[in-house]
């Protein structure tokens, strides 16, 4: 059955600096993957996605995620957090032949002045 | 732009009461799902609904939970008989159905059960 692991649920780093969130995926077959943010009291926002195609995806507000199928990743990165970076992040995977999204446990985001 | 929205945003029920939770998805989208998230814990798919029926449910989803469409803007999922654990957050969901379409997620309601 397809899974996500986030490592870490709680990530800090000073403004300015990288960020990275880890996501590891199981899946058998060539999965769908998300990332999603979810700012306090709101809804599930979407950053990025990969489905085929290249493996290095750009998403909105700097984001971006590697796909690598030898390593089962999904790390986003961001080169310099902001402030408003601060929020909570999800993984998801979604197999061919399925439309349910499977999430990670999600990590939360502290950027520190 | 167009964004799926819930409604209440927070509902407070007793035990044992029903509850409908409202959600209007986005207008040219087919797939329609729920999901809930439990204070502190991961987000859980409960249920996708295409063409009028259900096309896939979760261990979570049983015969407490139901589903529909009641016109052509509406979804709802129903809880019969709420129980302490059914407290979470509910997320509605919706996307075209094209293979790699994300899900776009309304905003949630929250479900207190006392």
């Known amino acids: 059955a397809q899974s996500v692991t986030q490592l870490g649920s709680h990530v800090s780093v000073s403004e300015g600096a990288l960020v990275l969130l880890r996501c590891n995926y199981s899946?058998?077959?060539?999965?769908?993957l998300f990332w999603y943010v979810q700012y306090p009291n709101q809804g599930l926002q979407l950053l990025l996605k990969?489905?085929?195609?290249?493996?290095l995806v750009k998403g909105i507000n700097g984001f971006e995620a590697e796909f690598k199928k030898s390593e089962t990743s999904f790390h986003l990165t961001k080169p310099s957090a902001h402030m408003s970076d601060a929020a909570e992040y999800f993984c998801?995977?979604?197999?061919?032949?399925?439309?349910?999204?499977?999430f990670g446990t999600g990590t939360r985001l502290k950027v520190l002045a | 732009e167009p964004e799926v929205t819930q409604t209440p945003s927070h509902q407070v029920t007793q035990m044992g009461q029903e509850v409908i939770l409202r959600c209007v998805p986005i207008?040219?989208?087919?797939?329609f799902y729920w999901y809930r998230q439990i204070l502190g814990q991961k987000v859980e798919f409960l249920v996708s609904?295409?063409?009028?029926?259900?096309?896939?449910k979760s261990e979570i989803f049983d015969d407490q939970f139901s589903v529909e469409r009641p016109d052509g803007s509406n979804f709802t999922l129903k809880i019969r008989s709420t129980k302490l654990e059914d407290s979470a957050m509910y997320f509605c969901?919706?996307?075209?159905?094209?293979?790699?379409?994300?899900?776009?997620f309304g905003p949630g309601t929250r479900l207190t059960v006392l």
């Open positions: 998801a995977v979604r197999e061919t032949g399925t439309y349910k999204y499977i």
């Open positions: 899946s058998s077959v060539p999965p769908y």
């Open positions: 990969y489905t085929t195609g290249a493996t």
């Open positions: 207008s040219n989208h087919l797939y």
């Open positions: 609904f295409y063409n009028n029926e259900i096309s896939e």
């Open positions: 969901a919706s996307n075209r159905g094209t293979s790699g379409n994300e899900q776009f």
